[in-house]
């Protein structure tokens, strides 16, 4: 496949991550077979794309959230998220949409043994474990005296793009790759990556993230998502100054009322004197 010279647009995008992983059943396993924790000899071999009917419905009060649902050969059913910022309840989001999705392949009187697990992958674009420096965070229900006891049904998995460092660990090269691919092509790529081209799966989605692939339509839609992005970064940072400045505030009404000086209160809470006569 030749890549013609064109602007790309970024990956992680709803437009775009949706086109190459939600339109192409052989990029998605690809993607899929690279990054999950999948059991020697367990591989997905083919997959197929859930009808809306049957995909869970995720509650969610934000527009920057980006999913995919599909099923594989056996029945196992995926959820793949990108996810832009993570905010306080993300991973409950995913929980959610997994246990929903489980609970939804039974119909009124099937026996509980025609259920096939769930897995959920939650890409996050930003970092929301400051406490490891650990990229991959696999959780599956497990005998807490024995790990080696689980219970099959749900896994999940999320992934921080920012602390995700290229390996050699010839295995998972192709999830290294879809990795790279997520975290490194953007409008700003001039060159693209040898390694890309020649991987047929990532030249193919190299060629589904170039601009000239899209109608106008789609690109004002993509501009607009970044927009939200813009904002609802904006909106968090704002809420958390807010909330910096009433603890300040907070502190600095403690101490007056313990007769401490203004100038002590000052140094102490970074307010001005100023903003501390006021009170």
């Known amino acids: 496949m030749t890549l013609k010279p064109s602007k790309f647009l970024d990956p992680k995008s ?11 059943a052989d990029l998605v396993k690809s993607f899929l077979n690279g990054i999950m924790p999948f059991k020697e000899g367990s591989l997905i071999e083919t997959v197929s794309y859930l009808p809306a009917e049957q995909t869970p419905r995720i509650p969610s009060l934000k527009n920057t959230i980006v999913d995919v649902k599909c099923t594989d050969q056996s029945g196992r059913v995926f959820i793949i998220e990108m996810q832009m910022s993570c905010s306080t309840n993300f991973t409950k989001r995913l929980l959610f949409g997994v246990s929903k ?9 099937e026996n509980y043994v025609s259920l096939c697990p769930v897995y959920g992958l939650g890409i996050v674009n930003e970092i929301f474990d400051r406490n490891t420096d ?23 998995v999320f992934l921080e793009l920012p602390k995700f460092k290229p390996q050699t660990l010839e295995h998972k090269k192709m999830g290294i790759l879809w990795l790279r691919f997520l975290r490194e092509i953007n409008e700003k790529v001039v060159e693209v990556p040898q390694e890309f081209i020649d991987s047929p799966e990532l030249s193919k989605a190299m060629e589904l993230a170039q601009e000239s692939s899209y109608t106008p339509a789609e ?61």
């Open 101 to 109: 999705a489980y609970v939804q392949q039974l119909d009124s009187g």
């Open 14 to 24: 709803d437009i775009v991550f949706k086109k190459i992983f939600g339109q192409n």
């Open 219 to 279: 690109l004002e839609a993509y501009d607009k998502y970044w927009d939200a992005v813009r904002v609802e970064k904006t909106l968090t940072i704002d809420a958390f100054q807010e909330g910096r400045n009433a603890e300040k505030i907070a502190i600095a009404k403690g101490m007056l009322k313990a007769g401490i000086s203004v100038d002590v209160i000052a140094k102490i809470s970074g307010l001005t004197k100023e903003q501390i006569e006021k009170l």
């Open 134 to 156: 650990e990229w991959f965070h696999h959780y599956r229900t497990v005998n807490i005296k024995d790990t080696s006891k689980v219970l099959e049904g749900l896994e999940l």
